[in-house]
Nanobody, 126 residues
């Protein structure tokens, strides 16, 4: 069993930045790959980024490539999502999740993940 708690969401203006955190507890953090997803109002939850167990291999969705950066600290059992150059389309609830398959290229759907956090809201304001 793994518990995930996201934090760091909030209001952001055009071009602004936020750093999301996802603190994990339970099973050894370094045993699994991690991902971030987001769900905008009225839309399905979509893949944002995934990172391998050792933090070396990463896969970004095209929509965030070059603007978002994922990192993880196995010592702190936390994964981070640095979001820069934010846009209105980035408004969503952001979720972190655990995948047992250690292949960021292969874990891009909701069904690839076994544990989920409750999410943190990111809202764009003009």
């Amino acid at each position: 069993q793994v518990q995930l708690v996201e934090s760091g969401g909030g209001l952001v203006q055009a071009g602004g930045s936020l750093r999301l955190s996802c603190a994990a507890s339970g099973r050894a953090f370094s045993d699994y790959a991690m991902g971030w997803f987001r769900q905008a109002p009225g839309k399905e939850r979509e893949f944002v980024v995934a990172v391998s167990r050792n933090g070396v291999r990463i896969r970004y969705a095209d929509s965030v490539k070059g603007r978002f950066t994922i990192s993880r600290s196995n010592a702190e059992t936390t994964v981070y999502l640095q979001m820069n150059s934010l846009r209105p389309m980035d408004t969503a609830v952001y979720f972190c999740a655990v995948a047992y398959e250690d292949n960021p290229d292969g874990v891009k759907t909701n069904d690839d993940y076994v544990y989920w956090g409750q999410g943190t809201q990111v809202t764009f304001c003009s």
